[in-house]
Nanobody, 122 residues
């Protein structure tokens, strides 16, 4: 299983970006996005279930980021708006079969993309 993330870049505060992750192979229960800023641990951003439309977000991105997925294309997306300098990080897509209590943990996901840099300038 391979995950390919794309869509990162440099934007000004208040700008928008759309990240895309595509995969091959079987389907998973959850598709997620994590991020890691310099000197910080990787943190959960958002997740979307494969069955139904269950979505999870970390508090700091609620109302600004939207996760979506296209099962037919085996792809999922992270629409990021009202970006802030503190959103600067390498963003990783992930896929796995976590139980509900592990949806927001790195341990819940077995497969990871290579990461895409998002930089928000002030």
């Amino acid at each position: 299983v391979q995950l390919q993330a794309s869509g990162g870049g440099l934007v000004q505060t208040g700008g928008s970006l759309r990240l895309t992750c595509a995969t091959s192979g079987r389907s998973f229960r959850y598709y997620g996005w994590f991020r890691q800023a310099p000197g910080k641990e990787r943190e959960f951003v958002a997740a979307h279930s494969y069955y139904g439309s269950t979505k999870y977000y970390t508090d700091s991105v609620k109302g600004r980021f939207t996760i979506s997925r296209d099962n037919a294309k085996k792809a999922w997306y992270l629409e990021m708006t009202s970006l802030k300098p503190e959103d600067t990080a390498v963003y990783y897509c992930a896929a796995g079969d976590p139980i509900t209590s592990s949806v927001s943990t790195s341990e819940g996901y077995r497969y990871w993309g290579q990461g895409t840099q998002v930089t928000v300038s002030s």
